[in-house]
């Protein structure tokens, strides 16, 4: 089995993420002990896509976090560069158009899509600056960005708990729903090693987003950041 480590290798890490391709939804569930499902809610309620929208769900594995968009009526991309994530999601969703592509080279033109969106993968990233620059230059002027990653709770006690259960309890849980354990060894290290709140909107001002902004949700546990392309 493959484990990535924090320098976070796209080879390493796209082979990481085929190794558990096959229950990644489910075991995403379990973690989250059910949140899972509200936080993909709650991106697709701030993406805000309908008919005749297309929206870019880059980092979007089996296509899980795609359905929302489709089911609003809007023409919808899953994006994701490990091929076994595209492959199970093809199996279960043949209807979507899932593509293969590098979050920092992706395969489309500029000016491409009505909103961009990526979810718990923006940390998986080799270089979150590119990352974020190249999801500017696809999004069409005025269009939006939504992300949404693992972040800092904002209560001190909710924090202390949370950092111990990543590290003690979701190992031990992984070891009995995964294909792959150590692959959620990794996952608990990179959301300890990922920037907090501010930082990330600094990083997304940076790369020419504008009018940033970001909501907590679970107590900060996960935040949705949204930034606007002039």
């Known amino acids: 089995m493959t484990r990535a480590n924090l320098d976070k290798q ?21 973690l989250s002990l059910g949140q899972a499902r509200a936080w993909r809610r709650a991106v697709a309620e701030a993406v805000g896509a309908g008919p005749g929208d297309l929206v870019l ?8 976090s795609s ?4 089911e609003a ?9 490990s091929i076994g994530m ?10 979507l158009a899932l593509t293969a592509g590098d979050a920092t080279r992706l395969p489309f033109a500029d000016d491409s ?29 005025g269009g939006k960005v939504v992300i949404c990653e693992f972040s800092t709770p ?14 003690r309890a979701l190992p031990p849980v992984a070891n009995k729903v995964s294909s792959n354990p150590d692959a959620y060894v990794y996952l608990a290290e990179s959301i300890r090693d990922w920037p907090d709140q501010p930082t ?3 990083l997304m001002q940076q790369a020419g987003w504008q009018r940033v902004a970001w909501r907590n949700l679970t107590g900060g546990i996960v935040a949705l950041h949204r930034g606007f392309k002039g």
């Open 10 to 30: 796209p080879q390493e890490v796209a082979a990481m993420f085929d190794d558990v391709a096959a229950k990644y939804d489910r075991t995403n569930d379990v």
């Open 57 to 64: 769900d880059l980092g979007a594995g089996t296509g899980t």
């Open 67 to 70: 359905l929302p968009f489709a």
């Open 73 to 81: 009526g809007a023409n919808v991309v899953p994006c994701d560069f």
């Open 86 to 95: 595209l492959a199970e999601g093809k199996r279960r969703h043949p209807e």
């Open 113 to 141: 899509f009505d909103a961009v969106t990526i979810s718990f993968a923006l940390r998986n990233v080799h270089r979150t600056e590119a990352a974020l620059a190249e999801l500017l230059r696809v999004t069409k002027p």
């Open 154 to 167: 904002t209560w001190t006690p909710l924090r202390t708990v949370y950092t111990e259960y990543l590290m």
């Open 200 to 202: 990330l909107a600094a």
